[in-house]
């Protein structure tokens, strides 16, 4: 089985290599439907027990997302950054939570096109400049011109393909490689080959796509990813980028061939500091971060708010994710409940921290009586409020999806926003408008509203307040979590209770099954996501519950084609 096809007309490369008289199907059509009979760096890892019924059907053939492409090629090329290249490919639609998920990211006519612009933009950059060629060339490849360029295509291919090449598709790109010279005439033969090369391999489906098909036949109703499929799941998942040379080495010698090596090499992936990015963007992406930019606030409400706020929000929030995931080890309770936090001059003072703050961020323990854990920071409590007021809505809809895992339906098409009242406070509007004895108080009375009111203490800036309009403030309610009713009498109480819960714990594991394995879950992932969820209730950490992950039947093996 092979990669799903790319319209082969209209490449750079294809037009000259015709315009040259040369045959399209010998050049570039491994590289678009190449056999898969590489070596698989040893029988592939599977975890004692491991059985079909824990393992969920997913594609054999994920694609790179825009932002694994751009580290892809950097790493690839040996660049010192990312080619910024992507920021004019075709948009990928955002599939759920997460940019990964393989449902989403398609190869679309367009985004084709886009593909063998960059393919030969990136190629010519390269050969073109002599510093950046002498990177990416090995420096002990053979004099021998033709030894030279064999030699070049099978290395350079491993690193593309991120497994060795075929014999069929080595001695097809060696043949691209020969015909550099007629494709770029006047150019040095190697140089012209390699840069004939570098096209063919950046636009081939073996690059574009994660392939995953397994290593040899079944065993019980599983094949087990080769050596080289796993080193390349781990380096997506922990560094968002192509297997270095130590990992794809690492799959050649067969030391991922069990799932206690997988994790003992993954325990080492988490110590580099591309995995804190990583982190990060799990992080970002679930609870959005993203959404703390461009925020607009009444100035005359609020003159302590300025534009650049949105900006100290986000990078407090990842420097706070980072703190508890890496520097504490801790997990999802520490995210909810710790008060540590990390200000700087514009937060301090809406925090209320007493000291001497500049633009940069300094480590603070938060006032106890005032904040506790992620949902009473700045960030999400000023992106989730309208300029002048709070919104209790969207902070409980953002609890409900983003912390519980609870199923909403979508609103209605006809629901309206928050009408102007003669109710004093900002709950009493809201209930007015969405509590009981209105259309919407089967999920706004129930599940969305008392947990949005738990945050009555926070006004559209994230400020800490008792009183709204003169009246004090009523932050407490009860939520239903493992059918019981859970009080509260406020936000901090409220983060406790959830820190507490299982649906807290099981959300947060069930996030991190999607992020790892870039798709939605299925009902084959209910006894991993319960595994990890108790794992997290019982003080798992983060970090604990990643390698649990990696080191999973789900992660290190795949269904039969024939059974999907």
Avoid at 154 to 178: I, M, S, V
Wanted: include cysteine; hydrophobic fraction near 40%.
């Amino acid at each position: 089985m092979t990669p799903p096809p790319f319209s082969r007309t209209g490449s750079p490369c294809w037009r000259r290599a015709l315009g040259a008289g040369l045959c399209a199907a010998t050049l570039l059509l491994a590289g678009c439907t190449g056999s898969l009979g590489a070596p698989d760096g040893g029988d592939g890892p599977l975890p004692g027990g491991a059985a079909a019924s824990q393992v969920a059907e997913r594609s054999m053939f994920p694609r790179l997302s825009h932002a694994q492409w751009e580290n892809t090629v950097r790493d690839l090329l040996r660049l010192d950054d990312r080619p910024g290249l992507s920021a004019s490919f075709t948009t990928d639609p955002l599939g759920g939570v997460f940019d990964n998920n393989e449902a989403a990211l398609l190869v679309t006519p367009g985004l084709w096109g886009d593909y063998q612009r960059a393919a030969e933009e990136l190629a010519a950059m390269v050969t073109d400049d002599e510093e950046k060629l002498g990177r990416l060339v090995p420096a002990d490849l053979p004099a021998e011109p033709e030894a030279r360029a064999e030699a070049f295509v099978e290395r350079f291919g491993e690193r593309a393909f991120r497994r060795p090449l075929t014999a069929e598709e080595r001695d097809t790109y060696l043949a691209l490689f020969r015909h550099g010279k007629e494709l770029f005439d006047g150019e040095d033969p190697f140089v012209a080959g390699v840069r004939a090369a570098l096209e063919a391999f950046l636009q081939s489906p073996h690059f574009v796509y994660r392939v995953e098909l397994g290593a040899g036949p079944a065993k019980g109703g599983l094949i087990p990813l080769s050596g080289y499929e796993v080193a390349t799941k781990l380096a997506y998942l922990f560094w968002n980028t192509t297997p270095s040379d130590e990992l794809l080495a690492a799959a050649k010698a067969g030391e991922l061939s069990t799932s206690e090596a997988v994790r003992a090499h993954a325990e080492r992936m988490l110590e580099d500091p591309r995995a804190r990015e990583v982190v990060g963007a799990f992080h970002r992406q679930l609870y959005d971060h993203e959404q703390y930019h461009d925020l607009n606030k009444d100035q005359a409400l609020y003159p302590e708010f300025v534009p650049e706020m949105g900006d100290d929000m986000q990078r407090e929030a990842e420097l706070f994710v980072e703190h508890v995931v890496f520097d504490k080890e801790g997990g999802l309770t520490d995210l909810l409940t710790s008060r540590t936090a990390f200000v700087n001059d514009h937060l301090a003072a809406v925090y209320g921290v007493d000291g001497e703050f500049s633009e940069a961020f300094k480590q603070v323990e938060l006032d106890g009586a005032e904040r506790s854990g992620l949902l009473t920071r700045l960030g999400f409590l000023a992106a989730k409020a309208t300029a002048r007021q709070p919104d209790s809505i969207h902070r409980g809809v953002f609890v409900n999806l983003r912390i519980l895992c609870a199923a909403l339906p979508p609103p209605p098409d006809n629901a309206t926003g928050l009408p102007p009242g003669e109710k004093a406070t900002n709950r009493e509007r809201v209930e007015a408008h969405t509590g009981k004895g209105t259309c919407g108080e089967a999920c706004h009375g129930t599940m969305i509203n008392p947990a949005g009111f738990a945050f009555e203490h926070y006004d559209a800036i994230g400020k800490h307040r008792t009183t709204d309009n003169g009246v004090p403030v009523n932050a407490a309610d009860t939520y239903y979590l493992g059918g019981e009713p859970r009080s509260y009498a406020d936000a901090i109480e409220f983060s406790r209770v959830l820190a507490e819960s299982n649906e807290a714990h099981a959300c947060y594991a069930r996030r991190w099954v999607e992020f790892a394995q870039g798709r939605e879950v299925g009902a084959k992932d209910r006894e991993l996501i319960n595994e990890l969820g108790e794992a997290s209730h019982g003080g798992a950490s983060t970090k604990e519950l990643i390698l649990q992950i990696v080191s999973s039947a789900s992660f290190l093996a795949r269904v039969p084609a024939e059974a999907q």
